[in-house]
Every structure is written in C-alpha cells, then in structure tokens.
C-alpha cells in the first residue's frame, strides 16, 4: 500500500512538473533586461533594413507602462486588441492611441526575434508608391512606423487562446507602441 501510494505521489509530481507551472516559468518576464534589450534590439535591427530608406525614422526605446499594458493584454489569452488603445490613458498615461502587434503560437516556436520578423515580413504586401497594403501588413507598419519611439512587450503562456483555434500551450506575445 506504501509503494502504490509512493508511486502515485511521484507520478502526479512528474505531471506537475511538465505542466502549467513549469512552461509558464520558462518565458521572460517584462522586467528581465535580456528579454527587453532583444525586443528593443529586434525592432531597430528591422527598422533600419527598411527600402527605401527611412529619412526621419525614430529609435526604439523601452517603455515599462507599455510594456504593462502589453502584459495585462497578454494574460487573458485573447488573441484579439486591446479593445483600450485608442482611450485616452486606458493603456498609457501620456500616448493615445497605442499601437499594438500580437503573435501567438507554439511555445517552443517562439523566440522575440522570430515574431517581430513575422511581422516585418509582412513587407512583401505592402506597396511603397501606392502606400497600398495588397492583404495584410498593419503589423510591418506598426513595427516600422517612422514616428513611434517607444516600446514595450510581454509574452505570456496561455493553456488555451481563445479565438486561436487548435492551440494548447502557447506563447501570446503581445508588443505595444507609442505614438501611433
């Protein structure tokens, strides 16, 4: 009876271990200076390959309030906006509206630089001398917009996503910018 009760106190310990708990540990948080230099350092490195040439293009720095607002976004595993952006001090208190990017997807596909390129890819749809966007590239131009000068993000671990279909166990990172 001692060893039945031994093993299965062992093996719930091995479930938890694997589950919620450990994953949600395994993601940066927004006050980790690794996990904010590489998302600053990632959105100036693509900024800068913009073609033609920026002439009056911002660098990035890193916002704490938006990268709050980004966290408080990103822990209810919603993949929709932060319906609060374009309400003065909802999300910031100097800079309305906010822009906003999310990137949802497999916990071991994520990486800070892989998003933020995911959105910058989105280049290919956007047509310079028409300032056309041919299907989707509001994420490109939030991440390139000349003006912004602030960021701030958060990555969450989210069980489920709502609204994002077939996802368990996911990585919601959401990034927020100012001015927009």
Same mark, same amino acid.
């Given at each position: 009876? #001692? /060893? ?5 106190v062992?093996l719930?310990l091995?479930?938890l *271990?694997?589950c919620?708990f !450990?994953?949600s ?5 927004? @006050?980790?200076?690794?996990f904010?230099?590489?998302?600053v350092?990632a959105?100036?490195n693509?900024?800068? #390959? /913009? ?7 911002? %660098?990035?720095?890193w916002?704490?309030?938006?990268a709050?607002s980004?966290k408080?976004?990103?822990?209810r595993? %919603? =993949?929709?906006h932060?319906?609060?952006?374009k ?5 910031h ?6 822009g906003?990017n999310?990137?949802?997807? *497999?916990l +071991?596909?994520f990486s &800070?630089?892989?998003?933020?390129? #995911?959105?910058y890819n @989105? /280049?290919?749809? !956007?047509? =310079?001398?028409?300032? !056309?966007c041919?299907?989707?590239?509001? %994420?490109?131009?939030? &991440?390139v917009?000349?003006? +912004? ?7 969450? =671990? ?6 994002f #279909?077939?996802?368990?166990d996911?990585? %919601? =990172? ?6 927009a």
């Amino acid at each position: 009876m #001692k /060893v039945r009760l031994f093993l299965g106190v062992l093996l719930l310990l091995d479930l938890l *271990s694997s589950c919620y708990f !450990y994953k949600s540990n395994t993601l940066p948080d927004i @006050e980790d200076a690794q996990f904010i230099k590489e998302c600053v350092n990632a959105h100036n490195n693509f900024r800068s #390959k /913009v073609n033609p040439p920026a002439r009056n293009m911002l %660098h990035m720095s890193w916002d704490a309030a938006l990268a709050k607002s980004a966290k408080a976004w990103a822990k209810r595993c %919603h =993949f929709d906006h932060n319906v609060y952006l374009k309400i003065p001090g909802k999300v910031h208190p100097n800079f309305t509206p906010v822009g906003e990017n999310i990137w949802t997807g *497999s916990l +071991s596909l994520f990486s &800070v630089s892989a998003a933020i390129r #995911k959105w910058y890819n @989105e /280049v290919t749809d !956007y047509n =310079f001398e028409t300032l !056309y966007c041919a299907r989707m590239c509001g %994420h490109y131009t939030q &991440v390139v917009w000349a003006t +912004s000068y602030k960021v701030g993000c958060a990555v969450q =671990f989210c069980p489920r996503v709502t609204g994002f #279909k077939g996802l368990t166990d996911g990585a %919601h =990172f959401v990034c927020n910018y100012a001015p927009a």
